[in-house]
Nanobody
Framework: VQLVGSGGGLVQAGGSLRLSCAASGSTFNLLAMGWYRQAPGRQRELVAFISNGGELTNYADSVKGRFTISGDEAKNTMYLQMNSLKPEDTAVYYC???????????????WGQGTQVTVSS
């Protein structure tokens, strides 16, 4: 499975960006997909995730009400709509796909290459 993230850029505070993550290869056994971010000097943190099929979503408290995660199964693409961006949202954003094998419940995942989001004040 290959994940290709895109859509990052430079935006002023209060602006919006939409990130995309296109998945290629087999998504059989896909459990969920998510967006993580890592700012300089900080640990990577979960921003949002969406279950396969889209029934369940969850967000970090810092982005609730501003970010929306969604997926297009026909295109094997996940999105993160980011509104009301703040300077503290500046980070490299990574997409992640989490898989689980039926039967033995073995978990494994894949990462995209990361896309830079910079929010100026």
């Amino acid at each position: 499975v290959q994940l290709v993230g895109s859509g990052g850029g430079l935006v002023q505070a209060g602006g919006s960006l939409r990130l995309s993550c296109a998945a290629s290869g087999s998504t059989f056994n896909l459990l969920a997909m998510g967006w993580y971010r890592q700012a300089p000097g900080r640990q990577r943190e979960l921003v949002a995730f969406i279950s396969n099929g889209g029934e369940l979503t969850n967000y970090a408290d810092s982005v609730k009400g501003r970010f929306t995660i969604s997926g297009d199964e026909a295109k094997n693409t996940m999105y993160l709509q980011m509104n009301s961006l703040k300077p503290e949202d500046t980070a490299v954003y990574y997409c992640n796909a989490d898989f689980i094998e039926s039967g033995n419940y073995y978990r494994y995942d894949y990462w995209g290459q990361g896309t830079q989001v910079t929010v100026s004040s």
